[in-house]
């Protein structure tokens, strides 16, 4: 049985920075890619980071690119984001996510995700 648990939310002042981790269980490496989604109060959910099992290639969503960095130990199975330099709009839910597919579009378009975590907040005061 696939779990993932996520943990580092908080409180963090604008400018801030604050670390996330995924435990994650169950999954072997026949899953493609691992994401980092967040949804803020009354929007969609939206897609901020995806690596591979690997960990050696990485992608972002444009509004978080140079500021969060998305890395993983397969050895721990755990999966991390690391947030520098947080902005009032950062705030939301972070989930960790499977991605069962080959293409990183589909998990940047959320599709083909089968696992979510139940998230952590961040909160970001201005």
């Known amino acids: 049985q696939v779990q993932l648990v996520e943990s580092g939310g908080g409180l963090v002042q604008a400018g801030g920075s604050l670390r996330l981790s995924c435990v994650y269980s169950?999954?072997?490496?026949?899953?493609?890619?691992m994401d980092w989604f967040r949804q803020a109060p009354g929007k969609e959910r939206e897609f901020v980071a995806t690596t591979p099992w690997t960990g050696r290639s990485t992608y972002y969503a444009d509004s978080v690119k140079g500021r969060f960095t998305i890395s993983r130990d397969n050895a721990k199975n755990t999966m991390y984001l690391q947030m520098n330099s947080l902005k009032p709009e950062d705030m939301a839910v972070y989930y960790c996510?499977?991605?069962?597919?080959?293409?990183?579009?589909?998990?940047?378009?959320?599709?083909?995700?089968?696992?979510w975590g139940k998230g952590t907040l961040v909160t970001v005061s201005s």
């Open positions: 996510a499977t991605c069962n597919s080959p293409y990183v579009d589909a998990c940047r378009r959320g599709e083909t995700m089968d696992y």
């Open positions: 169950g999954i072997t490496s026949g899953y493609y890619y």
